[in-house]
């Protein structure tokens, strides 16, 4: 039911910026959890951020990217963005969206709390 998109992937020099984008759809649960997650090359999944429709102002981020990473929401368009900034090459890797549209008084920080997930958009960040 839930559908999910990634857009926005490429390449980018360090020190550059990238916007990727999520659209879901299928679902119109407004307190849906989403998230952000990636991995890269010999890494395990980890959590980039993690945002909800009734609360997109008060996104969680892991510490990795806290400062340079935002996530916004825009409820209209059931998409979820992420702006990169100051990409360094250890942000390289798959980024996936992931969504939860089960009511969570509190959305989960791993992987095992989203029941929907996108393909994943590619991002390389070069020197």
């Known amino acids: 039911q839930v559908h999910l998109a990634e857009s926005g992937g490429g390449s980018v020099q360090t020190g550059g910026s990238l916007t990727l984008s999520c659209a879901a759809s299928g679902y119109s649960y407004r307190s849906t959890c989403m998230a952000w997650f990636r991995q890269g090359l010999g890494k395990n999944r980890e959590v980039v951020a993690v945002?909800?429709?009734?609360?997109?102002?008060?996104?969680h981020y892991s510490e990795a990217v806290k400062g340079r990473f935002f996530a916004s929401k825009d409820n209209a368009k059931d998409t979820l963005y992420l702006h990169m900034t100051k990409l360094t090459t250890e942000d390289s890797g798959t980024y996936v969206c992931?969504?939860?549209?089960?009511?969570?008084?509190?959305?989960?920080?791993?992987?095992?709390?989203?029941?929907?997930w996108g393909q994943g958009t590619q991002v390389t960040v070069s020197s």
């Open positions: 992931a969504a939860e549209g089960r009511f969570r008084p509190l959305c989960a920080l791993d992987a095992g709390g989203y029941s929907a």
């Open positions: 945002i909800r429709s009734d609360d997109p102002g008060n996104a």
